[in-house]
C-alpha cells in the first residue's frame, strides 16, 4: 500500500525526529527516529478535538488512560508548525 501523506517533525527529544504517513487507505503510521534507532510506534491514531484541532495518540495507555499525543492541526485548521509536509 502506498503513502498518501508525508510528514516530518522534530521530535521532543534533541536530535530525534517523527515521521507520520498516513497510508492510501487513511491508516496513520507514526515512526520515531534518533541515531540508528527506530521506532515504530504502536497504534497511532489521530482524533479530532472540540476545538476542531487534531492531536496524534500512540503507545500504550497510562494509569489514567491517557495515551502520549503530538499536536497535529490547530484550531484553525492550519499544520501545526512542528511539522513539515513532504507528501
Avoid at 41 to 65: C, H, Q, V
Wanted: charged content about 30%; some cysteine; proline content about 2%.
Amino acid at each position: 500500500m502506498g503513502v498518501k501523506e508525508l510528514y516530518v517533525s522534530d521530535g521532543n527529544a534533541v536530535g530525534s525526529t517523527y515521521v507520520l504517513m498516513i497510508l492510501e487507505d487513511g491508516t496513520p503510521s507514526l515512526t520515531w527516529y534518533m541515531g540508528n534507532q527506530k521506532v515504530e510506534e504502536d497504534n497511532p491514531t489521530i482524533s479530532k478535538r472540540y476545538d476542531g484541532s487534531m492531536k496524534i495518540e500512540y503507545g500504550e495507555e497510562n494509569l489514567f488512560g491517557v495515551r502520549q499525543v503530538l499536536c497535529f492541526i490547530d484550531s484553525r485548521g492550519q499544520l501545526e508548525e512542528r511539522w513539515d509536509r513532504i507528501k
